[in-house]
């Protein structure tokens, strides 16, 4: 086991994909779904609500285990969970138990923070830094693989081959992980008892509030539905939050959020999450609308998957960047680099997207911002957390990615109602207008992380 520390940070990578890929199964594979199980498209969108509403109640509870002694024990339950989602998913004779095979693929969105606090426990100081960059951003990079990978196999065969993918794949990491990782739990993992109040106010309060955000275009922002969804959600967030400060061992440590860092990178989280999903969505819509739409690229499914593949190779490249910068560049200074990279993308986007290349560009220029910025946030928190609350703290910044990105697709929803044609198609104003409202989010995220750092070094320099 002398070569363990030089094959884990791959083999962790290996797991983290998971979250990409399964991730992927979703926009793409909507209407092909929707005509299989013989319902209609807005219903079938619960195939992303219900994998969304799962991961961000697991994900905090999975971070909060993985500060535990049984990280791994916490991996490859959680894997074989997600195996036995795709399984479902592939062979489900009806939507209600294709629903379920979805629900249980909602871990993914757990599986990051586990490897991160993995790495940190098992990797030497200088290689943990570079490690977390490198798993932070899998979910970008995996997603610029996993459309094109979605892609081919909704174009060429059925699509339950690519839930049969993801099981094969899953199965692959468990096999990766368990001749990978040590055994055995860590003797110097903090024993504290688990928040069971604070992990069911959190996670039923970030249900309501992502069903909300998620089901208010369809049932109207005024509807009594709606906004007794968003009040419960505001409700037992506030009770969270006051109960956490109270306990002892609370499932996430909110003090910590008193460090400026932190605090950065949580609220940069947010913003980079919206647009990171109001541009993934947004480009995927355009490259499969027809030419007679007037912005359509009228690529075949087969083909559509690809337009996302310079997103993976713009993330890749920003992590190799950031771990050779990392000892240079101020990690402060990467995330309004990141967040200045992404800004460019969206305004690229904004007022050129009607041709292949002006997509494909604005794709790459977007994963390096977004690489930039996810390699940054994890290594941000992972510098100024004790380590028995980096896997809460982590999964807590996941979590507030996952609520930003359904604070951008509800937003990008109803810019493209209020400019639907008659006949209710989107129009190349609804486009335009969700880009630019991506590209103003990144801008304004950009310009406060700028004003922060400016503000920071007055201060430096001020003579006492």
């Known amino acids: 086991m002398t070569d363990t520390p030089r094959r884990l940070e791959p083999a962790l990578v290996y797991a983290a994909l998971c979250t990409a890929v399964v991730s992927s199964l979703g926009m793409l594979l909507v209407p092909s779904v929707a005509q299989d199980m013989g319902v209609s498209v807005s219903t079938a969108q619960w195939m992303l609500t219900v994998n969304l509403l799962v991961g961000a109640i697991a994900t905090p509870v999975m971070g909060r285990i993985s500060d535990g002694p049984n990280q791994k024990r ?19 004779p009806n939507f209600t138990v294709f629903l379920i095979g979805r629900a249980l693929q909602g871990l993914t969105y757990g599986i990051v923070p586990v490897t991160i606090a993995l790495a940190r426990r098992y990797l030497a100081g200088p290689q943990v830094q570079p490690a977390i960059s490198s798993l932070s951003v899998t979910v970008s990079t995996g997603l610029g693989i996993g459309y094109p990978l979605t892609g081919i196999i909704a174009g060429l065969v059925d699509y339950r081959f ?21 055994a055995g739990g860590d003797v110097d993992a903090v024993r504290a008892p688990f928040d069971t109040a604070g992990a069911i106010l959190l996670g039923t309060g970030l249900g309501s509030l992502l069903l909300g955000i998620s089901e208010g275009p369809t049932w109207g922002w005024s509807s009594p539905w709606t906004l007794a969804t968003l009040i419960l959600a505001a409700f037992l967030l506030a009770l969270w939050v006051r109960t956490s400060l109270r306990a002892r ?39 499969q609308a027809p030419a007679s739409s007037g912005y359509g ?13 310079p997103l993976s190779v713009g993330s890749f490249t920003a992590n190799r960047m950031v771990r050779r910068l990392s000892h240079r560049v101020p990690l402060t200074a990467l995330l309004p680099i990141g967040a200045g990279l992404a800004a460019a993308s969206g305004i690229l986007l904004w007022f050129a997207h009607t041709e292949l290349w002006e997509v494909l560009l604005g794709m790459f220029l977007f994963g390096l911002g977004i690489g930039s910025s996810y390699a940054a946030m994890p290594a941000l928190i992972a510098r100024n957390v004790a380590a028995e609350g980096l896997g809460s703290s982590v999964s807590f910044n996941q979590v507030l990615r996952t609520i930003g990105s359904s604070f951008g697709t509800a937003a990008a929803a109803a810019i493209f109602a209020v400019t639907a044609d008659p006949g209710g198609q989107t129009t190349d104003a609804g486009i335009t207008g969700a880009f630019s409202l991506g590209a103003l989010v990144c801008l304004a995220v950009c310009c406060a992380l700028v004003a922060r750092a400016a503000a920071r070094s007055f201060r430096s320099r001020r003579p006492e």
């Not at 916490?74 to 489900?92: N, Q």
């Not at 690229?297 to 593949?309: C, D, I, K, N």
């Open 74 to 92: 916490l991996l490859m339950v959680s894997l074989t969970v997600i195996l036995a989602g795709s399984v479902v998913a592939a062979l489900a």
């Open 249 to 287: 061992h609370p499932l996430i440590n909110l003090r910590v959020f008193a460090n400026g860092e932190v605090l950065l990178a949580n609220a940069s989280a947010i913003g980079l999450g919206a647009a990171i999903y109001i541009g993934l969505s947004v480009s995927s819509l355009v490259a």
């Open 162 to 182: 690519a839930f049969w993918f993801a099981a094969l794949f899953v199965l692959s990491a468990m096999v990766v992980v368990a001749r990978t990782v040590p």
């Open 297 to 309: 690229l009228a690529l075949p499914v087969f083909w559509a998957g690809f337009v996302m593949l």
